[in-house]
């Protein structure tokens, strides 16, 4: 089983539309939680972290589930402008200097 | 602010020539750095790491290595290029017991 598993996508959506990604984890002891965006043949870009509680930034809601070990982001109104792909990360050492990154999903938004 | 500077953004190389890649960060003392290796339509794998000046740690055995000659400089080499080294190298940073990574511009090497 992989540390960090997430659905390749591609997800097509139209504008507008409101869509969901879920990861999953394997440790479960993990600590943190983050949401990173990679743009085509670009560097990764923090998104958002992910806190218990579960946090929003405008359009994007994240949320974490430790009972079954998953969390997930949600884009409401989808821009073309989310078009990219969304990279799950959670530390798994307890040091917390090691993050190991999802395959990330692909997100396509469509006029 | 703090920044990350990679280079070059792109290299291509004949197999069995030597590499090196640069990384420095500024704005910041003593931050953790890392190199990753995406190779195309896959995820990140963690080469190696450092907390320290001279303290690298490496994830993945191969004919690659790091070196951290100063606080803020991590350097990425080879002696000998495999087809197999092509990728997309990206270096990274964080604070002192901070989780959170910052990444470089990357930089996309082709072994030809």
């Known amino acids: 089983r992989k540390e960090v598993e997430q659905d390749p996508g591609p997800f097509n959506v139209p504008e507008g539309a409101t869509v969901a990604f879920n990861c999953t984890y394997s440790n479960s002891a993990s600590q943190s939680f983050f949401w990173y965006r990679q743009d085509c043949r670009k560097e990764p870009k923090l998104l958002m972290s992910?806190?218990?509680s579960g946090n929003e930034d405008g359009r994007f809601t994240a949320q974490l589930n430790r009972a079954s070990q998953y969390i997930s982001l949600l884009i409401r109104d989808s821009k073309l402008s989310d078009s990219a792909t969304y990279l799950c990360v959670v530390n798994l050492d307890n040091a917390g200097n090691m993050l190991t990154f999802g395959g990330g999903t692909r997100l396509m938004v469509k006029p | 602010s703090q920044t990350i500077h990679q280079w070059p953004a792109t290299l291509v190389q004949p197999v069995g020539s030597p590499l090196s890649l640069e990384c420095t960060v500024e704005?910041?003392?003593?931050?953790?750095l890392y190199w990753y290796r995406q190779a195309a339509g896959r995820g990140l794998q963690l080469l190696f790491y450092?907390?320290?000046?001279?303290?690298i740690s490496s994830e993945v055995p191969q004919n690659l290595s790091a070196s951290r000659p100063q606080d803020r400089q991590f350097i990425l080499s080879s002696k000998k290029l495999l087809l197999s080294d092509s990728g997309f190298y990206l270096c990274?940073?964080?604070?002192?017991?901070?989780?959170?990574?910052?990444f470089g511009a990357g930089t996309r090497l082709s072994v030809l």
């Open positions: 990274a940073w964080s604070g002192i017991g901070g989780n959170i990574q910052y």
């Open positions: 704005g910041t003392s003593n931050p953790n």
């Open positions: 992910v806190y218990s």
């Open positions: 450092s907390v320290g000046i001279g303290q």
